[in-house]
């Protein structure tokens, strides 16, 4: 899944592109082996602000749109809105990515039943202004089930059917570098929830966590991350993950290509 920031605040420069820019970065990541594209105008990075939904429309709907006209490949977009949700699913978008896990927005469940989307399930702990100030917790793989057990049951509710589920247990989103290490080193009991086991998606793409693992020039510069990015997504891949959120695509079209090679038996 391509990363690809229709706005000029997400954490990691390069990711962000407007309009033509954004559409000609997706197609580059399509050519670079994605198999989603994950759109987004808001950027959530710890100590963001909320955005508007008429900002949040305008900076994504024309590059959902003019994307659609170019590429089949499977569009995702990352939103907590109902409306912006709406039209972007109108506009040609498959995935909602809801980083609150219809908690921010009382339609959001209806509407993505109501057009057969797929949904992403994200863990969070607080809103991204503040949830990296101080988060706590007693068991974090424990408490990241326990959440996904509401989550799906709010989807439930809506009439949004489990095989239309995907799961992020949300790096980086309140959580300390332990609790983002500790998230990988059990990332398959994540998966399972009252007996069936659901697709989960990595997204440690370059985070802090990453720079505070390796060390060095990664500490504070998310451009020296991707060594750790690989070794961290490489290990979410063994335990489990379905999909991994990135945006390096070619590396890591490579890395999984490398880590099924050695899975493969004669």
């Not at 100590?47 to 994307?67: D, K, N, Q, W």
């Not at 793989?141 to 095989?163: D, H, N, T, V």
């Amino acid at each position: 899944m391509a990363i690809v920031n229709c706005n000029e605040d997400s954490f990691y420069a390069p990711s962000r592109a407007s309009r033509d820019k954004a559409v000609e970065m997706a197609l580059a990541a399509e050519n670079d082996g994605a198999s989603i594209i994950d759109f987004g105008s808001e950027s959530t990075r710890p100590g963001s602000s909320y955005m508007g939904t008429e900002e949040e429309l305008e900076r994504l709907i024309p590059v959902i749109t003019a994307f659609r006209k170019c590429s089949p490949l499977p569009v995702s977009v990352d939103t907590r809105k109902a409306a912006v949700a709406r039209s972007a699913l109108e506009a040609g978008a498959d995935i909602i990515n809801d980083i609150s896990s219809l908690e921010d927005d009382p339609d959001m469940a209806a509407t993505c039943a109501g057009h057969g989307a797929v949904l992403v399930l994200m863990h969070r702990k607080g809103i991204p202004l503040t949830m990296q100030e101080d988060p706590q917790y007693k068991d974090v793989i424990s408490e990241i089930r326990s959440f996904f057990r509401s989550a799906l049951e709010r989807a439930f509710s809506a009439g949004i059917p489990a095989e239309k589920i995907i799961l992020d247990p949300g790096f980086g989103f309140g959580k300390t570098t332990e609790n983002n290490l500790e998230i990988l080193r059990h990332f398959a009991r994540l998966a399972k929830i009252r007996g069936r086991v659901y697709p989960m998606i990595s997204g440690v793409s370059r985070k802090n966590f990453i720079g505070e693992a390796v060390g060095g020039s990664a500490l504070h510069d998310a451009s020296a991350r991707l060594p750790g990015t690989l070794g961290a997504n490489g290990a979410a891949i063994m335990g489990g993950a379905a999909i991994v959120r990135v945006h390096d695509v070619k590396e890591h079209v490579d890395l999984a290509k490398m880590l099924f090679a050695l899975g493969q038996k004669n």
